[in-house]
Every structure is written in C-alpha cells, then in structure tokens.
C-alpha cells in the first residue's frame, strides 16, 4: 500500500494563496505519476493538476495560469501552489499517486484523505 499524508489546507480570501502538499510513504510500489484532484460541494471529482515522473505536466482549463504543480521525487511528494483564488475553487482537494507493484508490474491509483480548500468571496 502507499500512503498518502495531505496538509496545508484552509480558509482563504478570494485573491489569496494556498500551497498543498502530499507526502506518500516508501513501499514496494513504485510511484509514477502523482497530482491532485478536487471535489467542490455538490460536485464530482475532478483533475485539477497532474506530473509524470518525468515533469509532464497537465491541467484543468479552469486553473491554468493560477496554479502549479511541483513533485520532489527523492521526497516521494508532490505539492500545488495556488494563486489567485477564486470562489469557485473552493472544493476538497484530494492527491492522488499512479503507482507500480515492483514485483508483478501491476499498476494501482492510491488516493489520500483530502483536505479542505474553502475560499471566501
């Protein structure tokens, strides 16, 4: 199993920043691709930010410009910086990890507990 630990969540005015991290424990899983998706009230669950490995990076419309997506990989952890915050990014934000059993190659998502981003008009 890989663990995901979120932090950095909170209340923020519009205009404002919040940065969010994800740490995800060592195991027998090999981590590729790592990045964050959102649920706002209501909604489903959707991409806001994704990184390969290799640094590919993807995102949703609606962020682009706003946020950004960093991982350290020696670190196992993936990070999102956002600025600019409006309303309607107010969501729970979860991180999410495409990972790879070392031994039988099977591939598996891991998702963390997600953390609250409210942002205050």
């Known amino acids: 199993q890989v663990q995901l630990t979120e932090s950095g969540g909170g209340l923020v005015q519009a205009g404002g920043s919040l940065r969010l991290s994800c740490a995800a424990s060592?195991?027998?899983?090999?981590?590729?691709?790592m990045g964050w998706y959102r649920q706002p009230p209501g909604k489903q669950r959707e991409l806001v930010a994704t990184?390969?490995?290799?640094?590919?990076?993807n995102y949703a419309d609606s962020v682009k410009g706003r946020f950004t997506i960093s991982r350290d990989n020696a670190k196992n952890a993936v990070y999102l910086e956002m600025n600019s915050l409006k309303f309607d990014d107010t969501a729970v934000y979860y991180c999410?990890?495409?990972?790879?059993?070392?031994?039988?190659?099977?591939?598996?998502?891991?998702w963390g507990q997600g953390t609250q981003v409210t942002v205050s008009s």
């Open positions: 999410n990890v495409l990972a790879v059993h070392r031994l039988t190659r099977a591939q598996r998502d891991f």
């Open positions: 060592r195991s027998i899983f090999i981590i590729n691709d």
């Open positions: 990184m390969t490995s290799g640094g590919s990076t």
